[in-house]
Antibody, heavy 121, light 107 residues
Framework: QITLKESGLTLVKPTQTLTLTCTLS??????????VGWVRQPPGKALEWLAI???????HYSPSLKNRLTITKDTSKNQVVLTMTDMEAVDTATYYC?????????????WGQGAMVTVSS | DIQMTQSPSSVSASVGDRVTITCRAS??????LAWYQQKPGKAPNLLIY???TLQSGVPSRFSGSGSGTDFTLTISNLQPEDFATYFC?????????FGQGTKVEVK
């Protein structure tokens, strides 16, 4: 069974950097075709895809946030880390870690429970 | 970016009804269309991928169809546990994008 768990500080001040870690269990980040990414959802609003990194280190970002986002993976810990700089109130949202099993699926079959991030001074 | 437009934004229905939700892409997305269900306070759950492939464990009353830019999620014989919000998503081109959601409410 594949599971994802988000961790990290979830109360950040404006202008600070958010760092979230996703720990993947039940599947290696080096498994062919695997991608792990991030999706966020402001309270009461729609889902927004942020970034993804694949088993071969290929990474992609939302263009609207590209200048603020970095996604990396640590295969020794089976973890993916998302950093978002210059946080502001509009970034308050639940941040989900997501798993794409292989290219032929093209969707997120496993989601983490979510990390509720609040940006406030 | 490919825009995904869902309609309606909400629908009122009763148990046993057939519910249809539409998702339109601003350009062709081949077969890279997925549907998710989300209940309050929970993470989304994958229902269907590549337009019509049912994710393992998802009841057969859920079905997907469409092609090109127009896609449909159908819930036949609506059950109490189906009252939720549904999102479509395209993974044809980066950035991957979601629809704004359709809430299925109790009539």
């Amino acid at each position: 069974q594949i599971t994802l768990k988000e961790s990290g500080l979830t109360l950040v001040k404006p202008t600070q950097t958010l760092t979230l870690t996703c720990t993947l269990s039940g599947r290696s980040l080096t498994y062919g075709g695997v991608g792990v990414g991030w999706v966020r959802q402001p309270p009461g609003k729609a889902l927004e895809w942020l970034a993804i990194i694949f088993w071969n280190d290929d990474g992609h970002y939302s263009p609207s946030l590209k200048n603020r986002l970095t996604i990396t993976k640590d295969t020794s810990k089976n973890q993916v880390v998302l950093t978002m700089t210059d946080m502001e109130a509009v970034d308050t949202a639940t941040y989900y870690c997501v798993h794409r099993p292989r290219s032929s699926v093209g969707a997120f079959d496993v989601w983490g429970q979510g990390a509720m991030v609040t940006v406030s001074s | 970016d490919i825009q995904m437009t869902q309609s309606p934004s909400s629908v009122s229905a009763s148990v046993g009804d057939r519910v249809t939700i539409t998702c339109r892409a601003s350009q062709g997305i081949s077969s890279w269309l997925a549907w998710y269900q989300q209940k309050p306070g929970k993470a989304p759950n994958l229902l269907i991928y590549t337009i019509s492939t049912l994710q393992s464990g998802v009841p057969s009353r859920f079905s997907g169809s469409g092609s090109g830019t127009d896609f449909t999620l159908t819930i036949s014989n609506l059950q109490p546990e189906d009252f939720a919000t549904y999102f479509c998503q395209q993974t044809h081109n980066f950035p991957w994008t979601f629809g704004q959601g359709t809430k299925v409410e109790v009539k």
